[in-house]
Structure formats: C-alpha cells, structure tokens
C-alpha cells in the first residue's frame, strides 16, 4: 500500500464469474487532504486479469470513476495531482464476451473503485464520519450530483 499521511492502507480484490471462467479485479489506492470531486490529490490504482478490449475498458473505467473517485469530497480543496491507472493485462485468458460479462465486470469494477473512494474519505484529514448523501426523485442524475455535492460541501453539515 502507498501511504504518505494516510492513517490506513486501502486495498481491496473480488472474483467475479464470468461465462467463460473467473477474473480478479483489485485496486488500491491513497489519498487523506485536498479531496473533492474529480479526485484530487488521490492516486488510485485498478487491476485486472481479464481480457478486455482497450476501448472497453476505459469506458467500464470511466463510468466506475464517475460513481466513485469522482463523487467524494472531504475538505472541499482540489488538486491538480489526482491519478486513476487501471490495467487489465489478460492474463486469466478470460474474454469478456456477453454483454452479461460486461455488465459483471463494469459493476465490480464499481465496487472496487467506491469501496476505495469511501476508504479515502473515511480516512480524510479531520473526518470522524463517513457521510453517504443519497438523492432521489432529481430530474436527471446530474441534478442529484449537484444537490449531493451541494449537501456535502456545506459547513452546516460538516460541523
């Protein structure tokens, strides 16, 4: 595990079952200050054995990001030093041939990228909660986006 003032390591692995065999995805990741939505000074890191095309991965990757890293907020302060590298090498020869194993995949691959976004928040420099805000009945999710941030980056609820 990376940890520079981190207080806990964050890592994690699933298996998931697809129709032609089983892959791994982990990921670990960093990062306690200057965290806000579109990362922030966070590096995470996303692996899998699957064999995946270039193109699809980057899109699981994508919308995995955008539920996850890309959500928190913990003092408010951005950065310019944010990453998020995610390979996914093939070694398990396991295709992701259905749309039911892109949908498996895309959905761990979710898994792993919020559980290591929450392990970021809930070790925020100062945090003593970890405060999950859930929107509904928004016009679209865009619009619950911004109701949570707005919820979230207020000093109302963070005192």
Same mark, same amino acid.
């Given at each position: 595990a990376i940890m520079t003032?981190?207080?806990s390591d964050k890592q994690i692995a699933y298996k998931v079952r697809l129709s032609s065999g089983t892959v791994i995805v982990g990921g670990m990741s960093k990062g306690s200050g200057m965290i806000h939505p579109?990362?922030?000074t966070m590096l995470g890191f996303v692996t899998s054995d699957a064999a995946v095309e270039s193109g699809t991965w980057s899109t699981i990757v994508k919308e995995a990001s955008r539920k996850s890293f890309n959500q928190i907020t913990v003092d408010?302060?951005?950065s310019t030093n944010d990453c998020l590298i995610a390979l996914a090498n093939g070694a398990s020869e396991v295709a992701v041939d259905t749309q039911e194993?892109?949908?498996l995949l895309t959905e761990t691959v979710t898994r792993c990228c919020q559980h290591l976004a929450k @392990?970021?928040?809930r070790d925020? &420099?100062?945090a003593t909660v970890l405060l999950e805000i859930r929107v509904s009945g928004? @016009?679209?999710? &865009?619009? @619950?986006?911004?109701?949570?941030?707005?919820v979230a980056g207020s000093s109302l609820v963070k005192s």
């Open positions: 003032t981190d207080l579109n990362m922030a408010g302060d951005t194993d892109l949908k @392990a970021i928040a925020g &420099e100062g928004a @016009a679209s999710d &865009e619009d @619950a986006c911004l109701v949570a941030r707005t």
